[in-house]
């Protein structure tokens, strides 16, 4: 780390997705939040292929300030790529990780750094009132969940966007080296001292939500597929349970022809069976496909992102 890191205290990261909307007033609450910190401090925004003129927006902000810098990736390439470029990018000795959609206000950023005394590494948020529609909280909380269900009590799980963490929690996560890196997943996983704190939520006045049902329900599966092996293991309990009702049915139709003499006819049983064992080895090969997949992924070790430039 050379001498012009060290002399940056606070970074703050904000992700940027066609919010071309709302990052002039976030830019300027932020300018005013981190002024009054008295602390050195710079501006990260991640570009994450902004179609709709935001990377041209920040690009006129950063022309007269010094402690605005922009990375610009070549395409979108989400959430978890634009925060894990932030992260590594960022000069700060603690960094904090923003939205751009101004449901959590940056005013609420001090909050976090007099939280974060000398014996915390992560400082996370939940809301005093959350201010999403009934889809999406409903959505969160369910993935929130699933989540927990996974990792049971040993990981106290934290899904919030809205956190401060030390330079040397990005330096772990960097020891990491699966391809599902859910930057809130993966940091509640390590375990380092964390506190919680509650923090004011308002609502999306500007600009559309980029956190649809849909991509709640790719993050679950990611979630359950990148940090978990239960779907491994519910394919082997439900391979034992079909071979444990196929022997019962069979041991049933044995009784009843050598017992009691009665001939069951056999097609409606044995198309019941054998749709049922259909079903179980097609979901098996699709979650061994999936694994697989993540597998071909790992090995083609490809980047979790490309940076078209930055923007000093």
């Known amino acids: ?10 970074s703050i990261v904000t992700p940027v997705f066609n919010e071309v909307s709302l990052v002039e007033e976030l830019y300027s609450r932020l300018k005013v939040v981190c002024d009054g910190l008295n602390q050195t401090y710079e501006i990260v925004f991640v570009d994450d292929g902004s179609s709709d ?3 041209e927006k920040l690009k006129q902000l950063q022309a007269n ?11 979108n390439f989400g959430q978890q790529a634009a925060v894990l470029a932030g992260f590594r990018i960022a000069r700060g000795k603690i960094i904090v990780q923003l939205d751009s959609d101004l449901q959590n206000p940056p005013e609420e950023i001090p909050k976090l750094l007099h939280a974060m005394t000398d014996d915390i590494d992560i400082v996370t948020t939940v809301h005093r009132k959350r201010r999403d529609g009934a889809l999406r909280i ?4 369910a993935l ?16 919030s966007s809205f956190r401060a963490i030390r330079r040397s929690v990005v330096e772990r996560i960097e020891t990491c080296k699966d391809r599902s890196r859910y930057m809130a997943v993966l940091m509640s996983w390590m375990g380092l001292p964390t506190v919680e704190i509650e923090v004011e939520h308002h609502e999306r006045k500007k600009g559309n939500t980029k956190y649809s049902l849909l991509n709640l329900l790719k993050l679950s599966w ?14 082997t309990y439900m391979g034992l349970m079909g071979a444990l009702l196929g022997f019962l049915m069979v041991a049933f139709l044995l009784f009843q022809r050598i017992v009691n003499g ?11 069976v054998f749709a049922f064992f259909v079903g179980v080895q097609l979901l098996s090969i699709g979650f061994l496909g999936e694994y697989l997949g993540r597998v071909h992924h790992q090995i083609q070790a490809r980047p979790d992102y490309i940076v078209e430039k930055v923007i000093e």
């Open 1 to 10: 780390m050379d001498d012009r890191d060290k002399q940056i205290e606070i």
């Open 53 to 55: 003129g935001s990377y």
């Open 65 to 75: 300030d010094t402690a605005l810098r922009i990375v610009k990736f070549t395409r």
């Open 138 to 141: 409903f959505g969160s909380r």
């Open 144 to 159: 929130l969940k699933i989540g927990q269900m996974l990792f049971g009590n040993s990981v106290k799980l934290n899904l």
């Open 222 to 235: 990611d979630l359950v597929t990148g940090y978990s092996s239960f779907p491994l293991r519910m394919v």
């Open 262 to 272: 009665i001939l069951i006819e056999g097609f409606v049983v044995l198309s019941a």
